[in-house]
């Protein structure tokens, strides 16, 4: 039994083997398809997920340039406003604006450099700030300094009182006979001596239309007292007459209107050019009664006058350049005065009527100007001013030119200006003339408020 048992198992064992090994060769045969099919399907939806999510990049990469390209071009339009804001505002109390749009235009320029989506609008911008490189800033009381000596356009509306006084001398060596023998002099000498202190109040106001207009309108009040001295009273030579003059009232009205004609840059100077309008609002000086001294050796005016009695107008034009933190200023005007008619030009007894021709003029002024701190600053100027000689023409005669009135003024001035608050400044200057036609000194103090 046991015999037939293990022949039995020994003639079925390798059977029993070889389908043991077809059967797990079937198996590997059959799972490996599997196997591979299942790869091949996770590489396929690999594939496809890989392509979507790249496809979906590159829509959000497009819509991200597309913003930034909207985005550079809204800095590139915020940069030409700042830009021409600049030209603007070139000087605002304290600089702070200024400082502002530069740092305005410091985060533009970082802007443009991180941004590599807009090649072709960001050189635009540069060569612009390139092409109007702005001038250095000026500090607060340097404006107002050259708010008097050139303008400043960056004040809407400024309301100016003004104090000046001058003192004004002058002495006249009078001879009165002829030379006998060349050598000996008969007749009268008579030293004259004419002095003159004048007080005038102005009120200016200035309005600023845009960056490049300006008008201007200025109301004068003088007070004037004058004192004649003639050695010679009863022949003595120890001895003067004397006669003091006082009086006041309106002088002439003044208007005026200024017109930029280029801003200042690095390379060129703020040049303004300006027509300037007066009226005949004062007291005019012909007609005023004369009136002569007991000895005869003195004869002065019963009344003083306000005004020049013409119309008159003056045109020219304005220089300033910023060497910070230096300005140098320069002033050109000619000025021409209408020829009027008057019922009595000499002021003696009786009507003498006839027309006057008070002449023109040319002017020139020049000066340096430096800020010492934000609110303080310091000037030095030079004017000069050459007068032709003023004509009379009697009625039913020729013209003649009137002896003595083809005058020449110059002055040195040194100047202070000091901002008290934020919108109220002082302006101070001393002037020393320089001829005997210009006044001895000149004290003027400038109340300049901006609103």
């Known amino acids: 039994m046991n015999i037939k048992w293990t022949s039995a198992t020994a003639a079925l064992l390798p059977g029993m083997l070889v ?11 059959i799972s490996e398809p599997a196997s591979q099919r299942q790869t091949q399907t996770e590489q396929q939806l690999l594939n496809q997920t890989s392509g979507q999510e790249l496809n979906a990049l590159k829509q959000k990469l497009i819509i991200l340039n597309k913003q930034l390209k909207m985005q550079q071009q809204t800095i590139n339009q915020m940069a030409q406003q700042v830009l021409k804001q600049e030209a603007y505002l070139q000087s605002v109390s304290g600089g702070q604006p200024a400082k502002q749009a530069v740092a305005v235009n410091s985060n533009d320029n970082i802007e443009r450099k991180t941004s590599m989506a807009a090649k072709t609008s960001a050189p635009q911008v540069a060569s612009t700030q390139e092409t109007r490189k702005k001038a250095p800033d000026r500090g607060r009381s340097t404006d107002d300094l050259l708010q008097e000596t050139h303008n400043v356009f960056t004040r809407k509306l400024t309301i100016e009182p003004s104090f000046t006084y001058s003192y004004y001398s002058r002495k006249d060596l009078i001879l009165r006979g002829f030379l006998a023998l060349d050598a000996i002099f008969l007749g009268n000498l008579n030293l004259d001596r004419v002095r003159t202190n004048t007080t005038q109040l102005d009120l200016t106001t200035r309005y600023t239309l845009n960056q490049d207009w300006q008008f201007e309108i200025g109301v004068p009040y003088m007070f004037r007292w004058t004192q004649y001295d003639s050695v010679g009273e009863g022949n003595s030579s120890q001895r003067y007459e004397t006669a003091q003059v006082d009086g006041g009232g309106i002088g002439d009205m003044s208007a005026a209107v200024y017109y930029r004609i280029n801003a200042e840059s690095t390379d060129w100077p703020d040049w303004v050019w300006n027509v300037r309008l ?55 005007n000619y000025g021409w005065t209408r020829e009027e008619e008057f019922d009595d030009l000499s002021g003696n007894p009786g009507l003498s009527p006839g027309k006057i021709d008070l002449g023109d003029y040319l002017d020139y002024s ?18 000069q001013r050459f007068y032709t000689k003023t004509k ?41 003339g320089l001829t005997e036609d210009s006044p001895d000194y000149q004290i003027s103090l400038r109340f300049p408020y901006r609103f």
């Open 278 to 332: 007066r009226a005949p609002t004062g007291n005019d000086p012909f007609g005023i009664a004369l009136e002569t001294s007991e000895f005869g050796n003195l004869t002065y005016p019963t009344e003083v006058a306000t005004g020049s009695g013409v119309w008159g107008a003056s045109t020219g034009f304005s220089l300033a350049k910023t060497f910070d933190p230096a300005i140098v200023f320069f002033n050109l």
């Open 392 to 432: 009379q023409q009697p009625l039913g005669g020729p013209w003649e030119k009137i002896p003595r009135t083809d005058t020449n003024t110059a002055s040195l001035g040194i100047g202070a200006t000091i901002a008290l608050s934020e919108n109220l400044s002082m302006v101070t200057s001393i002037g020393a």
């Open 19 to 29: 389908l043991h090994t077809v059967a797990a060769e079937t198996q590997t045969k």
């Open 366 to 383: 020049l000066g340096l100007a430096f800020a010492v701190s934000e609110r303080m600053s310091l000037a030095m100027s030079f004017n």
